[in-house]
């Protein structure tokens, strides 16, 4: 298929609440260590949100810096894409909630529901519009507040999660800008859709004194087999857009994964026969942030110099459906 422009990733920001929760801390919840902690998942500690911010809180603030970044105004923004499993709302979207934080009105606002692998999925959309020549600017966040829907007596998952927003303004790029969007690939296997789940809160379960009593409307986790998966379903789609383009893992500058477990991150990354000095790892300080991680990754390593304009990036996530997905593309 042809397209008519270029996408590329113009502008990016991140956003993590005040509080942090060390594994110290979680000592105390839970029968665990820190020791344990670091060695099985490699996390230090997590933030944590406050009681009264909701997802598009975390947005907003993510949004602002991305938008600075980007040398654009607000009003330039023609769609806003929020990929999210923990929104203000079973509805209405956290994107037009965040639209009208913004000011703005007019142009589309949704969700994507694909689990960590979400702003992956919703990247691609945007993506897809871009080239296509109807949007110029689009907002796509990655935002999760996993802490408020997690098991605090489950130490097997209470470990894992923090609280945080990535944001990134995808436009259109310029004939002679050598940053763009290379190419994607996205999957799920949904046979797999109940090793990663939210049982409770739904129309399959609605909310009643018993799920919540129950912590129903947490989250459930088989860590094991989702380690598997995540490591075979991330390897795919990173060979997959490789053997596209007639590249191979040499040719990356730079490949950052969903932050998931240190484990995995090092599995996939011994799989590709990557330079460990390649692979972006922010996982100490923020845990697993589900949508969040990458592009809370890719700000971080653009702002501290890590990461610099022509490098060739690649990035891949799986998570609850089972989703998974990778992007190339040049910053």
């Known amino acids: 298929m042809s397209i008519k422009y270029y996408a590329k990733v113009s502008g990016t920001g991140m956003y993590v609440p005040d509080k942090v929760l060390t594994n110290f801390d979680l000592e105390k919840i839970v029968n665990t ?5 670091r060695t099985r998942t490699g996390m ?12 598009s809180d975390l947005a907003y603030e993510a949004s602002l810096k991305a938008i600075k970044a980007a040398r654009i105004r607000a009003k330039d923004i023609d769609m806003i894409i929020v990929a999210t499993i923990s ?20 142009f589309p ?4 529901s694909a689990g960590c692998t979400g702003w992956i999925y919703a990247s691609n959309i945007a993506k897809q519009y871009i080239e296509n020549g109807i949007a110029k600017n689009i907002l796509v966040i990655g ?5 408020k829907i997690t098991n605090w007596k489950d130490r097997g998952t209470c470990i894992l999660f923090g609280d945080g927003a990535g ?19 996205l999957s799920a296997d949904g046979t797999h859709y109940d090793l990663l789940i939210q049982n409770a809160g739904g129309s399959r379960m609605p909310a009643t004194k018993e799920t919540v009593e129950e912590n129903l409307h947490t989250v459930y986790m088989e860590g094991n087999k989702i380690f598997k998966n995540a490591v075979r379903s991330m390897y795919s789609a990173c060979d997959i857009v490789l053997r596209r383009n007639h ?7 730079w490949l950052i994964t969903h932050q998931a477990n240190l484990r995995i991150i090092q599995a996939l990354g011994k799989k590709l026969k990557i330079n460990d000095k390649k692979v972006i790892v922010n996982i100490e300080k923020y845990a697993n942030t589900s949508s969040a991680t990458i592009p809370m990754a890719l700000d971080e390593a653009i702002r501290n110099g890590k990461i610099h304009h022509g490098d060739l990036v690649l990035l891949a996530s799986f998570g609850a459906g089972l989703t998974s997905g990778s992007l190339l593309f040049r910053v």
Do not use: M, N, Y
């Open 33 to 37: 260590s820190d020791e344990w902690i």
């Open 247 to 253: 590249l191979d893992v040499h040719s990356i500058d």
């Open 167 to 185: 944001a990134t303004i995808i436009s259109r790029a310029k004939p002679k800008d050598i940053s763009r969007f290379i190419d994607s690939e």
């Open 109 to 112: 606002a949704f969700d994507v």
């Open 143 to 147: 935002v999760e507040i996993l802490t």
């Open 87 to 106: 929104g203000d709302h079973p509805f209405p979207s956290t994107a037009c909630v965040l639209q009208q934080k913004l000011g703005l009105k007019g």
């Open 44 to 55: 230090s500690e997590r933030h944590i949100a406050a009681e009264d911010q909701a997802a």
